[in-house]
């Protein structure tokens, strides 16, 4: 399968906005059903997805903008020496402000799991960690109230 075989289901992958910076970019079993969690979990908005044509559907490239943030995606592709592993010492922070909880609620209301309950901290934030269905690990933290 080649970049050139592929069919884009929203905008072409390469043509769209990425963020400046640091930008993950997570290999999971099912990217297409991750999206759809980081959609109600986080309001994620897709901004381009690029799929293979062997038949499989695979996500070969997804952009996700949460919270004016890019995250990107690609599906495992064993047979291309990329098989799906547990996501390991991998976490992902949303800096947010005085909506936290609002943020906090959704997530797990959409079915994220509490690690760290979302509190006060000795540093002075308000921070909580949570885990999604796929393994990734997320903070979230605010600047404390003054």
Same mark, same amino acid.
């Given at each position: 399968?080649? @970049?050139?075989? #592929?069919?884009? !289901?929203?905008?072409? !992958?390469?043509?769209?906005?990425?963020?400046?910076?640091?930008?993950?970019?997570? &290999?999971?079993?099912?990217?297409?059903?991750? !999206?759809? %969690?980081? #959609?109600?979990? %986080? *309001?994620?908005?897709?901004?381009?997805?690029?799929?293979?044509?062997?038949?499989?559907? =695979?996500?070969?490239? &997804?952009?996700?903008?949460?919270?004016? *943030?890019?995250? @990107?995606? #690609?599906?495992? @592709?064993?047979?291309?020496?990329?098989?799906?592993?547990?996501?390991?010492?991998?976490?992902?922070?949303?800096?947010? /402000?005085?909506?936290?909880?609002?943020?906090?609620?959704?997530?797990?209301?959409? *079915?994220?799991?509490?690690? #760290?309950?979302?509190?006060? &901290? %000795?540093? /002075?934030? =308000?921070?909580?960690?949570?885990?999604?269905?796929?393994?990734?690990?997320?903070?979230?933290?605010?600047? *404390?109230?003054?």
């Amino acid at each position: 399968m080649t @970049m050139t075989d #592929t069919a884009s !289901a929203k905008t072409n !992958a390469y043509d769209s906005p990425i963020s400046r910076g640091v930008v993950a970019q997570l &290999m999971l079993a099912d990217s297409s059903a991750a !999206a759809e %969690f980081y #959609t109600r979990a %986080f *309001g994620a908005e897709e901004v381009s997805r690029l799929t293979s044509s062997d038949g499989l559907n =695979r996500v070969m490239h &997804m952009n996700l903008r949460i919270n004016g *943030g890019t995250l @990107m995606f #690609t599906d495992a @592709m064993p047979e291309r020496g990329y098989p799906a592993v547990p996501v390991q010492a991998t976490m992902l922070h949303l800096q947010l /402000g005085e909506d936290i909880d609002a943020w906090w609620e959704r997530a797990v209301a959409a *079915g994220a799991e509490v690690v #760290t309950p979302l509190q006060l &901290m %000795f540093w /002075g934030d =308000r921070y909580g960690q949570l885990k999604d269905p796929f393994g990734v690990t997320w903070s979230m933290g605010s600047a *404390g109230k003054k």
